[in-house]
Structures are given as structure tokens and as C-alpha cells.
């Protein structure tokens, strides 16, 4: 009898001992934040095991299309991505890729058909609502929205993601190789006004994109970077025609990796393009001059003209991507930043506690944002023509 009590007391207390260690009730320090590494990759991410379904297809005539393809920005999922969706929904996904946004709206305005999702960022959301060229979303749909976080639904460009949903969010900047790069200019005038003295000068390249190279020469002179005055656009353009003899040229597409083989030394370029390349290369770091760089936020769309099966089909992968685990695979593996607060909440610290990819106060006081300009739009286009023939 004696014996049994003593066993039950110590049932009891071990019992309450796994409890508490369960509740994290042992003490344990807070671990100090120390500044991450850029050059050292977190552990690659384990594609999230599945607990429930995506999401049923809504029941009703529509069935999702068995196929549909996105054109997205190069290197700008994860390699999982995919095929988790195909496994869960039996929807395959193809994907096209382009270097800017205007290259996207040319090919949708020239009558491009078969994609049922296009990334472009803010700017191009907006122009391409002006021009009728979104499918509103069907929310029901797309239940995960609840996900994003409150700041990402009430966007300029589309209040209420009525057509759209932010994939990810970055910056522009420049991007050197450490290891053949000690001091990296501070100010755009290294980039605009490069003598052949410095180390960088012929070894560098700036996007080919009209508005963020235009950006970057506004922001240096001190302008705004969506300028409507034509003078101010004459002098960004000779600044930019003079800068031509230190460049290795334009580049949208390699920049990264010419710089981390040692090609080039300096890059301007976008953040998590540089960042995912230090991975590979380990000799790659990313900064925002002391003028300032550009913020963006690229976003899921349904181009007009697609099926009701490819827009369900579409609608779905929309909802598969803004799951928090799917949200965390893919800011951590891009060095992007996420707008779902959801898969924040559970992503890796080395992953939110990096200043290059979630910017501090300081910083984000100096970034601007890529503004529609409605018919003015061709005058830096025209200018952007103007650069690029100049001998
Ligand atoms: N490799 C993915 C790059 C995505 C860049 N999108 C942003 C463009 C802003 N002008």
C-alpha cells in the first residue's frame, strides 16, 4: 500500500516535471542578437512537411486548369516551390522569365498570352490597372490572405488586394566582391562619376531598367526619383551618357555572378540577388549609398484574358504561396523580405534580424519608392534610348 503511493507521488512528479520543461518553464538566458553574417547562408530550408491540404478546389463547374505558368523575375522562388504545390493539387506549374518590368508590360501590351501569373512590382501594378489589364482576385479563394501583414493590404497601387498579392519586397543598391573590393564607394558618385583610377572603374554594371538606373542618377543629384521636369531628366541623362566609359555595361540578369567570380567588382542591382550570390560565391556585400536607393514590392497578378480554370488553377498557388511555411521557404531562400506576418512570425532570427533584407529605421528614411507617371512614362523611355545609343 505504502509502496503503491510512493509510486503514484512519483508518477506525479514526473509528470509535472515534463509539463513544466514542456511550458518552457526552465530558465533559460535570452541569446544575444549578434549581426548577421551576409556571407554565411542559413541552413537551406526543409520543404514543410504537408498537414492539410492547400485548399480543396472550391466545388462548383470550375475546375482548375491542370497546368499554368508563371512569368516571374529570374531566380525568384524556391527550388521546392513547385513541386510541393504539383504534389498537393496535381496543378504542374511552368515558368518564363523577364528582366523588367517594362519588358512585361511590353509582352502582355503586344498580346502575350498563356500566363496565368505575372510578378511586376508596385508601379506596373498600378499602370496595369489603369489599363485593364488584371483579373480582380475571387477572395474566396484565396483564403490566406488574412496572412499579409496590414501594411501590405492597403497599398496605393491596389487598396485591398481587390488585384493583387505582394510576393516579396526589397531594395536597390549596389552590390561588391570583398575579397578584390577593401572600400567600396559610399556615395553614387564612385558609380556616376568614376575615375580611372578607382579599381571598380570598367569592372562595374548598372541594371538595364530604365527607371531604377534613372532613380539612382536623380536620387545622386538630389532630385526627386519620379521627376516630371524635363531639365532635371536632361541632367540625369548626361550624367548617366558620361558614366558610360567606367562601365562594363548593363545588367539584369548576371550582375551577381560577375561579381562574385571577380569579373566585375561592383554592381548595382537588388538585394537579394546579391545576397543569395554571397551564398555561393561567400565573397559578396550589399549596401545603400549614403544618398539613398530605391524600395519595391513585387506582387501576384492574374493577367486579363485567362481562363476561369487557370484563374481558379492560379488563385490556388496565390493561396499555397502566402502559407506561413511556404512564406518562409521562400523569403529565406530569395534574402527577400516577406509581407506575410504570418510566416514571419515563425521564420529563422538570422533570416528576420537581417538588416540588408529588413532594413533599419535609418535606412528605410532614404529609400523611394518607383512611382507611376502616366504619359510621362515615354519621356524616360525616350531619354533611357538616348543613354543607351550614346557612343
Ligand atoms: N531575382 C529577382 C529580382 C526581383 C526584382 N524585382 C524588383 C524590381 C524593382 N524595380
Not at 510576393?167 to 553614387?188: F, V
Request: proline share 8%; charged share 25%; with cysteine.
Amino acid at each position: 500500500m505504502q509502496r503503491k503511493r510512493l509510486l503514484t507521488l512519483i508518477a506525479i512528479l514526473v509528470i509535472a516535471v515534463f509539463a513544466l520543461a514542456a511550458c518552457g518553464g526552465g530558465a533559460t538566458a535570452p541569446q544575444p542578437t549578434k549581426a548577421p553574417d551576409v556571407t554565411k547562408a542559413p541552413e537551406p530550408t526543409q520543404p514543410p512537411q504537408q498537414e492539410e491540404p492547400t485548399q480543396a478546389p472550391p466545388s462548383g463547374e470550375v475546375k482548375p486548369a491542370e497546368e499554368i505558368v508563371v512569368y516571374n523575375w529570374s531566380d525568384y522562388v524556391h527550388p521546392d516551390m513547385y513541386k510541393i504545390f504539383t504534389e498537393r493539387t496535381g496543378i504542374k506549374i511552368g515558368e518564363d522569365n523577364f528582366s523588367s518590368n517594362e519588358d512585361l508590360l511590353a509582352k502582355l501590351q503586344g498580346g502575350a498570352t498563356g500566363y496565368s501569373i505575372i510578378v511586376p512590382s508596385d508601379y506596373t501594378v498600378a499602370i496595369m490597372i489603369e489599363e485593364g489589364m488584371l483579373e480582380e482576385l475571387d477572395h474566396d479563394n484565396i483564403p490566406n490572405l488574412k496572412n499579409l501583414d496590414p501594411e501590405f493590404t492597403k497599398l496605393y497601387y491596389d487598396p485591398g488586394n481587390k488585384y493583387c498579392v505582394p510576393y516579396l519586397w526589397g531594395t536597390t543598391g549596389l552590390g561588391y566582391n570583398t575579397e578584390m573590393l577593401e572600400n567600396p564607394p559610399k556615395s553614387w558618385e564612385g558609380v556616376f562619376k568614376a575615375k580611372e583610377s578607382d579599381p571598380w572603374y570598367g569592372r562595374m554594371t548598372l541594371l538595364d531598367d530604365v527607371r531604377e538606373v534613372f532613380s539612382a542618377a536623380l536620387i545622386y543629384l538630389g532630385y526627386d526619383n519620379n521627376t516630371k521636369d524635363e531639365a532635371q531628366l536632361e541632367e540625369a541623362k548626361q550624367l548617366l551618357i558620361d558614366a558610360k566609359k567606367g562601365l562594363a555595361g548593363y545588367d539584369t540578369d548576371n550582375y551577381e555572378d560577375l561579381v562574385g567570380s571577380g569579373e566585375n567588382l561592383l554592381a548595382h542591382g537588388w538585394n537579394g540577388d546579391f545576397l543569395q550570390a554571397a551564398d555561393e560565391y561567400g565573397n559578396i556585400n550589399y549596401y545603400i549609398p549614403e544618398e539613398g536607393g530605391t524600395i519595391w514590392i513585387d506582387n501576384m497578378c492574374i493577367p486579363k484574358g485567362v481562363t476561369p480554370e487557370q484563374k481558379l488553377a492560379a488563385e490556388m498557388y496565390i493561396n499555397f504561396v502566402l502559407e506561413p511555411e511556404i512564406g518562409k521557404m521562400l523569403g529565406e531562400y530569395n534574402y527577400y523580405a516577406t509581407p506575410n506576418k504570418e510566416a514571419l512570425a515563425i521564420a529563422d532570427p538570422e533570416y528576420k534580424e537581417n538588416p540588408l533584407v529588413f532594413p533599419p529605421e535609418e535606412i528605410r528614411a532614404k529609400l523611394r519608392f518607383i512611382k507611376p507617371l502616366g504619359e510621362f512614362e515615354s519621356v524616360y523611355q525616350r531619354m533611357w534610348d538616348e543613354v543607351k545609343s550614346a557612343q
